[in-house]
């Protein structure tokens, strides 16, 4: 241990360190055209349950909007849908188990596929809403000035230019508090607005999709929707109404429209001859505000998952938005969405400003060649704002693009992926300090508990509950239709993890008693059930698939350290909750006899029990080292050499979730050189939007990450990675700096949060640690390691402390 840091400044009280509101310059994307596609170039806004993709046209403007619960699927139409359950798997478990015992890998997937799969019928897929569509009559008019911009700080999205003598200026934002998208658009000049407005529904009659078409079964289901417009309007206001219907399975929806004008007069009128008035026309308005709503009766409530009175929550959400002025809106907007986002700041690029005149696309297509640290600020700043925007409480989490989707059959039916994505969706959340965005998946998760139970009795014959490799709104909790992608029970556990985290972060004690432990006691019932003593007294998890790789067999690693990783968790969980010992006694004596990870022939950490990995293999999971990310039982130098061996032999490419994954993995080895190689490999500029399961990654000209198509686990992976780089405390110290390549060489991040409620700040020069500033929501000790200083101090609830000179 070398030198003690030398304290400056003692304790001072709360409202300095909490009211931490940074201000960051130049956090805008920005772009001289309007988006010519839906995917790569246009920008997203949302408030976690209503969202749009906007394209910023001159002459048409186009809003994709979405409304997060919106999914074909689940009961309804299909009365026999049983959370994709098929009864009876578990008479075949132990015949299953018996030839994967005896090497008969082969047989037992056939029987796998014959009876541990799930039922696909009634899965669905998330659908589009609607589009808001703008014409305006200025076609052949010459524009000047052109530009479209979304700004971080404010998470307002802004389209300018000039036509003639002419400014038209479009401001959107979405509101968690009023649960409505605001657009103002304004004309300063000769000119006035005149444009007509519509909601363009995808197909309004009945038809047909093909389903996923990743298993062995693809198969047609009733698609379609029943829709009908109303309009009305007056002077200067007029109102549209959507309302919907999906014929797959009866949900209902609606979207309503209310623009209000300052001069000219609005007018209800056709769309074509046939539809009759279901557009709305704007005649020579100097200013227009325009205001969206929807949502449908959809609940997150087992086994109906119906109920929402939506008609008066779209009433009362257009009713506390239409007698307020814009500005009014956007003060109120503001006060919440920077509440979350000032909370962080990040400058890794010591405010060296990047050439301005350059758009958000050049800057990326040219970040290889330049290294343009302000754009790794932005895209992390991206991150967060991705998260504020599509993961709030009270909606559904953020599914595999967050919450846009412009397809009623997206890729992997834009759903709730549990063998990696969603939870890589929620790794960034606390450390950057936005644990009240963690909430929308903690309180999904325990939805899923109920038909969870159902499906681990029902193939399993176990206590506890399930999730496999991926699941829908209405509780899908068996494995997918085919076990070589479809089986992992270990998607439930792991996500548990997750109310535990929060916890070790928040230090709320009621939150662990009441929502954690329920649920993480019953993950760890079904791996007490679940595990299988071998020969030689080890626990092995039979049958098992590590992640969408290899044999159906015994013994991933991944199962053990996610099966290892849930009953310490509920180890400390029921000793700080002083409950339950005789239960506790069990998980410790299960937990010793759970198969360690092993290091194999070519020293690598094994992805299975058996010696069977490859070192040519580069597939894209890379689940055997969960336990080094996101868990924490890698810790001695020889699981970490071999945890690196096995790494580079995998090497730096893959989707876009998987070289952010490496990021990672290659910070808390405290390779941070490693570590940023891979973020330069994601943030590579990239247009391929075609499914590719290997190689891919990148980023479109929106800075939305490619898998590819998009994936927005990319964005937040990258986020979690930056973080790991700067800041770790998943063993019991907070670590500063463990990772910090050689080329970020001055900088500084400050609001970082640690577990046990620490928030830092931290400086750095000439690659060193210059300042720290730890301050306690909680009060409580801490152990502070920066290289091989390390400092033990204490702090009060509310206090801070600087630490200078290390
Ligand atoms: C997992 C991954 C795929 C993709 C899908 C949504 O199955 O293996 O790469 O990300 O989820």
Redesign the pocket.
């Known amino acids: 241990m070398k030198r003690f840091f030398r304290y400056v400044i003692f304790s001072f009280l709360i409202f300095n360190c909490f009211s931490n509101f940074y201000a960051q310059e130049d956090l805008k994307l920005w772009y001289k055209s309007p988006a010519r596609d839906w995917m790569t170039e246009a920008l997203p806004i949302g408030n976690g349950k209503i969202g749009a993709m906007i394209f910023g046209g001159v002459h048409k403007e186009r809003l994709t909007l979405n409304e997060k619960s919106l999914w074909e699927g689940g009961r309804g139409d299909f009365s026999a849908y049983n959370s994709g359950i098929i009864e009876g798997g578990y008479k075949h478990l132990n015949e299953i188990r018996s030839l994967i015992s005896e090497a008969k890998y082969d047989e037992a997937l056939t029987l796998g596929n014959r009876y541990l799969v799930g039922d696909n019928s009634g899965y669905g897929a998330y659908q589009v809403f609607a589009d808001l569509i703008l014409e305006f009559n200025t076609f052949g008019k010459r524009v000047k000035n052109y530009k479209r911009s979304l700004d971080l700080e404010t998470a307002i999205h802004t389209v300018e230019y000039q036509l003639n003598n002419t400014k038209y200026t479009r401001k959107v934002f979405a509101s968690y508090p009023n649960n409505v998208i605001v657009m103002e658009i304004k004309a300063e000049g000769d000119d006035k607005l005149n444009f007509k407005l519509k909601l363009d529904s995808p197909i309004s009659t009945k038809s047909y999709r093909k389903s996923l078409g ?1 298993g062995k079964s693809s198969y047609k289901v009733k698609s379609g929707r029943a829709i009908s417009i109303i309009s009305e309007s007056n002077d200067n206001w007029g109102k549209l109404t959507l309302n919907g219907k999906l014929l797959n399975n009866g949900m209902e929806y609606q979207g309503v429209v209310y623009l209000k004008s300052e001069g000219g007069e609005i007018g209800a009128d056709s769309i074509s001859k046939k539809q009759g008035k279901k557009s709305l026309v704007v005649k020579n308005a100097k200013s227009v505000l325009i205001i969206f709503t929807a949502a449908t009766d959809y609940l997150p409530k087992y086994p109906n998952y119906k109920g929402n009175n939506f008609i008066e929550k779209n009433r009362v959400a257009i009713d506390n938005s239409i007698n307020k002025k814009y500005e009014e809106l956007e003060k109120i907007h503001l006060s919440d969405y920077q509440k979350l986002f000032k909370r962080v700041s990040i400058n890794i690029s010591n405010n060296k400003k990047f050439n301005n005149s350059c758009t958000t696309e050049e800057r990326l297509k040219n970040f290889n060649k330049t290294e343009d640290l302000s754009l790794i600020d932005l895209v992390y700043q991206y991150g967060r704002y991705l998260l504020i925007s599509s993961s709030r409480e009270g909606a559904l989490p953020a599914n ?1 693009q967050g919450m846009w989707n412009n397809s009623t059959a997206p ?2 039916s834009c ?1 709730y ?1 549990t ?3 969603l939870q890589m969706n929620y790794w960034a959340a606390e450390v950057s300090a936005l644990g009240e965005c963690h909430k929308a998946l903690l309180d999904y998760i325990p939805t899923l508990v109920e038909p969870g139970k159902r499906s681990a009795k029902a193939y399993f014959n176990s206590r506890g509950w399930v999730v496999h ?2 699941n829908n709104p209405f509780g899908f909790t068996a494995p997918g239709w085919d076990v070589r ?1 479809g089986f992992f029970p270990a998607g439930a556990a792991w996500l548990s993890q997750h109310l535990y985290q929060h916890y070790l972060f928040s230090k709320d004690i009621n939150f662990l008693k009441n929502s954690a432990w329920p649920v993480m006691k019953e993950s760890s019932l079904f791996w007490l059930d679940y595990l299988q003593e071998n020969e030689n007294g080890v626990l092995v998890s039979s049958p098992s698939f590590s ?2 790789h290899g044999k159906f067999c015994d013994g991933s690693s991944m199962d053990h350290q996610i099966a290892y990783e849930i009953f310490s968790s509920c180890i400390e969980a029921s000793e700080i909750l002083e409950i339950e010992p005789e239960f506790k006694k069990e998980l410790e004596i299960a937990k010793e006899k759970i198969a360690k990870p092993r290091i194999g022939s070519w020293g690598q950490l094994q992805e299975w029990l058996n010696d069977w990995d490859n070192p040519n293999d580069k597939h ?2 890379v689940s055997h080292l969960y336990a080094l990310f996101p868990s924490n039982s890698i810790n001695n130098l020889k699981l970490k050499e071999a945890a690196k061996t096995s790494l580079n032999a995998r090497g730096d490419s893959g ?4 070289i952010a994954w490496k990021i990672n993995f290659w910070a808390r080895l405290k390779d941070g050189n490693r570590a940023y190689k891979l973020i330069k490999s994601l943030m590579n500029w990239t247009n391929q939007k075609t499914v590719s ?1 290997n190689f891919g990654g990148g980023l479109y000209s929106n800075l939305l990450d490619a ?1 590819p198509p998009f ?1 927005i ?1 990319g964005n937040f992976g990258f986020v979690s990675g930056v973080n790991e780089m700067l800041i770790q405390s998943h063993l019991d110290n907070i670590e500063i700096l463990p990772s910090l390549p050689k080329s970020w060489k001055n900088g500084e991040v400050k609001g970082l949060r640690a577990r046990g409620g620490a928030i830092c700040d931290i400086f750095w020069k000439n690659g060193k640690l210059t300042r720290l500033k730890i301050s306690s929501i909680i009060g409580g000790r801490y152990s502070i390691v920066y290289k091989n200083c390390v400092k033990s101090i204490y702090l009060k609830a509310n206090e801070s402390l600087i630490l200078e000179d290390f």
Do not use: F, K
């Open positions: 990743l595999l890729p992997w759903d992926h063998n990696i994505n490799t991926m992608w992640p969408e894209r999971h989707t876009g979730w998987s399961m898998h994936q686990d």
